[in-house]
């Protein structure tokens, strides 16, 4: 079986001189758990420029579904570079984008037809969104969550509620935006208990909010994750989407879901919301919907989707490449990856749950398909917040050659590539174990 190899201390010589280097000439503002240095990579399997050998438990941030170079993806980018790289899609015509938008439109769930808005990234296509919505309701407010994670720029960044560094000195941001609690159980906002409290979460916003501050026939939409991705993964219960939905459709409010992180495939369906019955108005993808090639779309009712030429595109959007990238990517999720995540995705969590019986800081372990996370706490009883441990833990798993994220406050993100076998995940399992075992056991 394949396990990680670690042959210098890291970071290794090749990797120090480059990260030195990068300390020089880019941008300070990324965040950087530990220092890898990618040379090659290859599904699950990322080899570092000093000849290392990492187990990847990240997909680059949930984007490489298919794994790192899936050859046939490689196969259709290389082919369709040869064709064509560029032309813009906003003033001209190709096949690709037109494809593409016709097999997204024919995947989103719901009756009536759908239009496709192409950009390059999860914030683009959550500006859009945003933009689409004030355009087709010609309301000016919007109901977004606390927890929330939708892009940095500045529309998305209004729409973000995750920490208060993506937001320091950039005030002030788009108006109109009131934030509201999630449905975070394990640390219920209102200090009540599911299924007890009967979503008094949902209630509140047309009990008190409609009836005091927010006038909801101003409101165009309630921008929402179906599950919480950098907030924590949170899950929120089953029927939390479709009761807001409801609130929402009562008062001509759009629903608009962010599935940047949860969609094409990741949960263990094409879509996170198929999980909660809802048929969303407007939906954001991205990451993993083009196996690494930079793509964001945004799918809407067709009747939504009524702005009128000029009013919203992007030079890049839709880069033909890309597309032909996202259709062998779809190909491949509805060929099996899907329910790969699906299996695979239990078999993780049946892990993790066993290691948190016998180890106290594993507060809460959560997850749909391969979208997963454990949540770490000092005892569970106060569940006082554990972050120290769980940078700890991400930074030791990486000497033992496991890549992992964090996400939320103190909680770890398992989001491996869709092609994850169960042998990898025994690998990560038992490296999380051990390093558990080290920090916090
Ligand atoms: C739910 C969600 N929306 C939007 C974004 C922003 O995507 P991008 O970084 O591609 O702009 C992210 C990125 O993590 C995300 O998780």
């Known amino acids: ?30 965040t950087r758990y530990y220092p890898l240095v990618v040379e090659k990579a290859r599904g699950l399997w990322v080899h570092d420029v000093d000849g290392n050998v990492f187990l990847d438990f990240t997909a680059g941030i949930a984007v490489c579904a298919t794994g790192h170079c899936h050859p046939r993806v490689i196969k259709a980018i290389k082919a369709q570079a040869d064709l064509l790289l560029h032309m813009s899609g906003t003033d001209f015509y190709y096949r690709p984008q037109i494809v593409l938008a016709e097999k997204l439109a024919c995947l989103v769930p719901g009756k009536g037809g759908k239009k496709v808005y192409f950009g390059n990234s999860g914030a683009e296509a959550v500006e859009a969104a945003f933009k689409l919505a004030r355009w087709h309701t010609r309301r000016e407010l919007n109901l977004a969550f606390y927890g929330a994670f939708h892009g940095r720029t500045m529309g998305a960044l209004s729409l973000t509620a995750s920490k208060t560094i993506q937001k320091k000195h950039y005030n002030p941001l788009v108006p109109g935006i009131t934030h509201i609690p999630y449905a975070y159980c394990y640390r219920c906002p ?42 924590g993964c949170i899950v929120p219960p089953p029927e939390f989407h479709l009761k807001l939905y409801k609130i929402a459709k009562k008062y001509g409010i759009l629903y ?55 009013s919203h595109a992007s030079t890049f959007g839709g880069n033909p490449v ?71 833990i991400i930074k030791k798993a990486f000497q033992k050659g496991l890549l992992l994220l964090g996400c ?8 491996p590539a869709l092609t994850v076998t169960a042998a990898e995940i025994d690998e990560c399992l038992s490296i999380f174990d051990d390093v558990v075992k080290e920090v916090a056991g």
């Open 256 to 310: 608009v879901v962010d599935e940047v992180q949860s969609g094409m495939g990741r949960t263990g369906k094409m879509f996170a919301m198929e999980h909660f019955g809802v048929d969303p108005d407007i939906i954001a993808l991205a990451k993993g919907i083009a196996s690494g090639m930079p793509l964001g779309a945004l799918t809407a009712l067709a009747e939504v989707m009524d702005w009128e030429a000029g």
């Open 322 to 392: 890309s597309c032909q990238a996202a259709l062998v990517t779809i190909e491949l999720l509805e060929e099996g990856l899907m329910d790969n995540a699906v299996v695979q995705g239990e078999y993780l969590m049946a892990g993790l749950r066993e290691f948190q019986q016998s180890f106290e800081c594993m507060g809460d372990v959560r997850g749909k398909g391969l979208m997963v996370a454990v949540e770490f706490v000092k005892d569970r009883e106060n569940k006082e917040p554990a972050r120290e441990w769980r940078n700890e």
């Open 408 to 415: 939320g406050e103190n909680s770890i993100r398992f989001s």
């Open 1 to 30: 079986m394949k396990s990680p190899m670690i042959k210098t201390i890291l970071p290794g010589p090749r990797a120090r001189k480059l990260i030195e280097k990068d300390g020089t000439y880019v941008s300070p503002s990324y």
């Open 190 to 231: 209102y200090n009540l208990s599911y299924p007890q409290c009967s979503l008094g979460c949902v209630d509140w916003v047309e009990d008190t909010l409609f009836r005091t501050t927010i006038p909801p026939e101003e409101v165009a939409a309630i921008i929402v994750e179906p599950i919480q991705g950098e907030g």
